[in-house]
């Protein structure tokens, strides 16, 4: 390790003032005393959980020093299933909205919160880690699988029951498999990384005589993906001709059993840095300007909460004060909700004229953001009176979208989000049910004194009506 290169970048984390400095030096203390497995793809996560710190301090941590150079991001985004890494990309910006998991042959609809999983690796230049992916069927799986999902242990079981072995193939070098195989039986030969699949059966009848099969590997593909194969003891010559090694599975399943066992023992998430949870996050979104996005992004959140301000009587402010004042109230406005916002762990997706459009990962950290807002807002007063502010928030599933190259938000849930704000008045907060149910939301509310109103709105452009709450002292 580097040490001399890995103090200087842990000095520039120690001045960083919004930094957990006794945190910083937890970190600088496990980096020099982790092994290379714990260095590779790092879930922060995990590492709070064991270290009984806060979350978001211990993920700017990690976030600054990828802007240091002390990390780099992994956004992977891998299987629901078997946790198979379909890409491991070094940004958001080319994350697939779908892909066909090859291990479970089964297609998988990406979203940001459940399937795309943020990791930090030690940058080269602090240590080169002494890690071969292909030195057994271990670290093969710590590469190439995510350890986000958690396999329910009866699907384990059918797999230890079908597993045969696991080979690798040097590049450009030739790998000759040769076992016995059961008749009538269904083999694979899966290839994680590469995305491919060989599946062959073996007659019922199938005789004892030598038999061979070529299987070519290129940067287009492999050559054959099924065939039936007439004899119990046939050869499988694999020609690795690509510039990296291969590591080869073979397990003995069918297709239809393979998909029977993963709906019936299902896998779970464990902890892990969701794509969402980054994509809101406020250094991320600081240091890692999300501009220049391809004009093609889509990609689905299942979860976001969004914030809609607006200013009451905004119009009549610019009449009264005067262009030049009026403007240094709205943007004094707009620097106390921002300041808020990031406070909270939110993050301002744009303005809009008078008004403030935000997102937050958790409607808690959102609800708490608007309490302060009505609080401080106080502070701005015209003809001492406070800016009539006014608040509505909204929880559900969006698509994350390119907007002139800035990340942006489209669907229901931002259609809903403005139309609650439109409900409120002057120095007011509204918030549908699915914000008001969630997790710790009620409680902050009779925390600070404030309590809800509830009432069933027409909502512009929504079908049935909707369940709001106006949220007072």
Not at 442 to 469: D, I
């Amino acid at each position: 390790m580097n040490t001399t290169l890995l103090d200087e970048k842990i000095q520039l984390l120690r001045k960083e003032q919004t930094l957990d400095k006794s945190l910083v030096e937890k970190v600088y203390r496990w980096l020099l005393g982790a092994e290379d497995w714990e260095l590779y793809r790092i879930n922060p996560v995990v590492l709070t959980q064991n270290w009984g710190c806060a979350e978001n301090q211990l993920i700017d941590i990690f976030v600054y020093g990828a802007r240091l150079g002390l990390f780099d991001f992994s956004w992977s985004t891998f299987c629901p299933y078997c946790g198979e890494i379909q890409d491991n990309l070094t940004s958001f910006h080319h994350v697939h909205e779908d892909f066909f998991c090859t291990v479970c042959q089964a297609p998988v609809d990406v979203n940001m919160d459940d399937m795309v999983e943020v990791t930090f690796t030690i940058n080269p230049s602090i240590k080169t880690l002494q890690i071969d992916p292909y030195k057994d069927i271990e670290s093969y799986q710590r590469t190439f699988f995510s350890r986000a999902v958690q396999r329910n242990q009866g699907f384990i079981k059918y797999l230890n029951d079908n597993w045969v072995g696991f080979e690798t193939c040097p590049p450009h070098e030739t790998l000759i498999i040769d076992r016995t195989w059961m008749r009538g039986g269904t083999y694979r030969f899966v290839t994680a990384g590469f995305h491919s699949q060989f599946l062959f059966e073996v007659a019922q009848d199938a005789g004892e005589e030598s038999e061979h099969h070529e299987l070519i590997y290129t940067e287009s593909g492999l050559n054959h993906q099924k065939t039936l194969v007439q004899s119990i003891n046939a050869l499988f010559h694999i020609l690795n001709k690509l510039s990296k090694p291969l590591g080869i599975m073979m397990v003995q399943s069918d297709i239809p059993t393979l998909h029977q066992m993963m709906m019936a023992h299902p896998s779970k998430l464990g902890p892990f840095l969701s794509g969402n949870r980054l994509l809101n996050n406020p250094s991320f979104q600081q240091f890692f300007k999300l501009n220049n996005l391809p004009t093609s992004l889509r990609l689905n959140i299942r979860s976001l909460t969004l914030l809609f301000t607006d200013l009451k009587g905004s119009t009549e402010l610019y009449d009264k004060k005067g262009d030049v004042n009026a403007y240094r109230l709205i943007q004094d406005h707009f620097q106390l909700l921002g300041k808020i916002i990031v406070q909270h762990s939110g993050t301002v997706i744009k303005t809009m004229g008078d008004a403030v459009m935000a997102s937050f990962s958790r409607p808690l950290d959102a609800v708490a953001a608007s309490l302060d807002m009505l609080e401080e807002i106080k502070t701005i007063r015209e003809e001492d009176k406070p800016l009539g502010l006014k608040i509505g928030l909204h929880e559900g599933p969006a698509l994350a979208i390119s907007n002139q190259g800035a990340l942006d938000y489209f669907g229901q849930t931002v259609n809903i989000a403005a139309r609650v704000q439109g409900l409120a008045e002057a120095n007011s907060l509204w918030m549908t049910e699915a914000v008001y149910q969630s997790q710790g939301v009620e409680g902050l509310l009779r925390t600070m004194n404030y309590q809800a109103q509830r009432y069933l709105a027409s909502l512009k452009g929504v079908g049935a009506q909707t369940t709001v709450f106006e949220v007072k002292r």
